[in-house]
Each structure stands twice: as C-alpha cells, then as structure tokens.
C-alpha cells in the first residue's frame, strides 16, 4: 500500500529566507507526483506536477524535483514571502488513478 | 465553467439526518473524483468516475456512502444516516480524462459538520 510523508509537518521562516519541503513515497511504481497548495478554507491550487520520466519542474520561485527510485520529492521555495504562508502538499498518483496524499507541511513565512 | 464548483459549501446537520453534496465539474471534463478531508486524517480518495461509471469505489468508508454521476457531468455524494465521523471537508475534483498524465483540478470543498 502506497504511503506518503511529508516533512516537516510545520515550518515558520522569515521572510526572504529558500525553503525545502520534502515528501517521501514507499512504492515508485507512480504514474506522476504533485505539489498543492491549501489556503485556509480553500481548496487545492496545483503547483507543479512531474511526471514519472522527469526529474524536475520549475514555476517561477518554485522548483520540485523527482527521484523516484528513491521515492522522494522535494519542493524548493526561492526568497519567500508572506503570501507564500499555506499548507503544502504532495500527492502520487499510481494505476489506480487516484491521488495519495501526504499530511502537508503547514508553512508560515512572517515580515 | 471556469473551474470546479460545490454547493454547498458549508453544512451543519443533525446526527442521522442524511446530506447530499454537489459537485459541478469543469465543462468537457470526463473524471470526476471525490475526496474527503479530515482533521488528524489527511486527505484520502473516496470514489472516482470515469463519464457515468464509477469504476473505483475502493475508498468509501461504509455503506452509508453513495455517488453517482448524471449526464456525463453533475455528481453528487450523499451520506446516509450521518455520523460524527463523517465531519469533514469533501473535496470534488475533475480531469480531462483519467489517466496518468492528467492533472486534476480541485473545487474549494464542502464542509461538514455533524452535530
């Protein structure tokens, strides 16, 4: 059965400081890892998604990379900034079709 | 539509009272899936349909727990006879089609509460 982690469950930083957040998988058979962000009492807003043959994306300050023998991901944040407070999570989807989440990381960046 | 939508997006009932949630996807999408979200649970699948069908029912927590999906289109999830468990955030999301390299695109969530 498929298991994601993610690490670490909480983080507040500074603004301006680059951030890492993790995610580790048990099976590498995954079709894709995704990268959501959660507002409070939003809903999800994908980030980057990486297909299974790719090692990383990149959108403007965020970069995540894959390395799937190994089942993880990690998620870099470059100069943060207070907008940027929200739960992330990771998210892989294998040949069921359905995506399995990890527990988030809950980010706050402060001025 | 521009994105997935809800209704409601809150709820608050009577425990053993039953909910119908609804979830509009985005137009043309053909996957619709249902999640659920619950404090000290994380996020998990609960069903998927691919057009009508539902071929993976894998992730409903009991019996109580039904969806179907009309026209291609509008889905609604409904919870029989309501418990406190069931308290939680329900997610929608839809695909273009199902299958690995699709992305799915979330709806803001309808949030239960059983009293």
């Known amino acids: 059965k498929q298991e994601v982690t993610q690490i670490p469950a909480a983080l507040s930083v500074p603004e301006g400081e680059n951030l890492v957040l993790n995610c580790s998988f048990t099976?590498?058979?995954?079709?894709?890892l995704q990268w959501f962000r959660q507002d409070p009492g939003k809903g999800l807003t994908s980030l980057l998604l990486?297909?299974?043959?790719?090692r990383e994306q990149t959108s403007g300050r965020l970069n995540a990379s894959l390395d799937k023998s190994s089942g993880r991901s990690t998620l870099y944040i470059a100069a943060s900034q207070p907008g940027d407070s929200a739960t992330y999570l990771c998210?892989?989807?294998?040949?069921?079709?359905?995506?399995?989440f990890g527990t988030g990381t809950r980010l706050q960046v402060f001025p | 539509g521009a994105g997935v939508s809800q209704s409601p997006s809150n709820k608050v009932t009577e425990k053993g009272k039953d909910v119908e949630l609804r979830c509009d996807p985005i137009?043309?999408?053909?996957?619709l899936y249902w999640y659920r979200q619950s404090l000290g649970q994380g996020l998990e699948f609960l069903i998927y349909?691919?057009?009508?069908?539902?071929?993976?029912k894998s992730g409903l927590p009991s019996d109580r727990f039904s969806a179907e999906r009309t026209g291609g289109s509008v889905s609604t999830l409904t919870i029989q006879r309501t418990q406190q468990e069931d308290s939680a955030v329900y997610l929608c999301?839809?695909?273009?089609?199902?299958?690995?390299?699709?992305?799915?695109?979330f709806g803001p969530g309808t949030r239960l509460l059983v009293l």
């Open positions: 990486i297909q299974s043959s790719q």
């Open positions: 998210a892989v989807k294998d040949n069921t079709d359905k995506l399995i």
């Open positions: 349909f691919q057009g009508n069908s539902a071929p993976d």
């Open positions: 099976d590498s058979a995954i079709y894709n």
């Open positions: 999301a839809s695909s273009l089609l199902a299958g690995g390299a699709e992305t799915q695109y």
């Open positions: 137009s043309g999408h053909t996957a």
